[in-house]
């Protein structure tokens, strides 16, 4: 259970943490090459073997989470495919709840995440979480992702926070591991993002498996 009376500002991630990751790796890794597929009128396994090395090219990169970036790379129309699949979006369990009741205690809360602009709007408008935020703030505002050396000193400019009163729910270790590095005090990481994939068996970072779990 995290220290609800001492925290202050709780940051959380969008996709894998409050939103199941299987609508993203579902996009990305299996619609995405299709289409790429039958517009370049290749197989999809010569789709997927090309793609995966385009994703491998900017991993860790804001690119990698840029619509407009993948737009020119992959000549494909990524929003309005991604509004095809909108009904597969969907809200990991509890998390509403949690968001919730963590309102009423009156904590700062602060949706940061690496989507695209484009991309959060389609989730926000299909799932109702933006109106428990008093701010939602994409990586792209800050031309820095969240893995990135400066980001969480650089977000003080647009939500200023103490550090050592602050809790992060993200799924990347890489992005915990960053805010830890700059003094950012609860860091918790999700045990299971993708509910069709495998949960991690252990993390440096205590996992949440339910958000039911830990609701104050
Ligand atoms: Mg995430």
Known sequence: MPPWSTIETIMFDMDGTLLDLHFDNFFWLKMVPQCYAKIKGITNKEAITIINSKYRQVYGTLNWYCVDYWEKELQLNITKLKIEISHKILVRPNALKLLSELQLLNKKMLLVTNAHPRDFEIKARHTGISKFFYKC??????????????????????????????????????????????????????????????????????????FGHIIP
């Not at 992702?145 to 009163?165: C, I, M, S, T, V």
């Not at 003094?183 to 509910?195: C, N, V």
């Open 137 to 210: 703030i994409s990586s792209h505002q800050l031309n820095l992702a969240k893995e990135n050396l400066g980001f969480w000193r650089e977000l003080q400019k647009f939500a200023p926070y103490d550090a050592e009163h602050t809790l992060l729910f993200d799924d990347s270790v890489e992005v915990l591991q960053q805010a830890q590095r700059e003094g950012i005090k609860y860091l918790y990481g999700i045990k299971q993002p993708d509910s069709h994939g495998p949960a991690l068996k252990n993390s440096e970072f205590p996992l949440i498996e339910d």
